[in-house]
Nanobody, 117 residues
Framework: QVQLVESGGGLVQTGGSLRLSCAAS????????MGWFRQAPGKEREFVAL????????YYADSAKGRFKISRDNGENRLYLQLNSLKPEDTAVYYC??????????WGQGTQVTVAS
């Protein structure tokens, strides 16, 4: 059974940084592509970043390119998202997801990121 627990969210000023973490309890973490999505109030959940099994390949939404960095530690079963140069429009609940492009993605409970203007 897959369990994902996000942490690291909080309140930050515009231009600030946060590092989100996702602790994964899965059979074999390195068997899963992993990703981050976010959902702002009143909006649909949207893709933020994706990382492949060994961390060698990453993909970003246009809104995240150049500011966010996704990474993983397969030895520690952890996924990370470094958020830099944050803007008020980045305010959202950020979700960790295992196998985001598979038939049954597994989601964490989310962590709130609030960027004050």
């Amino acid at each position: 059974q897959v369990q994902l627990v996000e942490s690291g969210g909080g309140l930050v000023q515009t231009g600030g940084s946060l590092r989100l973490s996702c602790a994964a309890s899965v059979g074999t973490f390195s068997n899963y592509a992993m990703g981050w999505f976010r959902q702002a109030p009143g909006k649909e959940r949207e893709f933020v970043a994706l990382i492949n099994l060994n961390g060698a390949t990453t993909y970003y939404a246009d809104s995240a390119k150049g500011r966010f960095k996704i990474s993983r530690d397969n030895g520690e079963n952890r996924l990370y998202l470094q958020l830099n140069s944050l803007k008020p429009e980045d305010t959202a609940v950020y979700y960790c997801v295992a196998d985001p492009r598979g038939p049954e993605p597994k989601w964490g409970q989310g962590t709130q990121v609030t960027v004050a203007s």
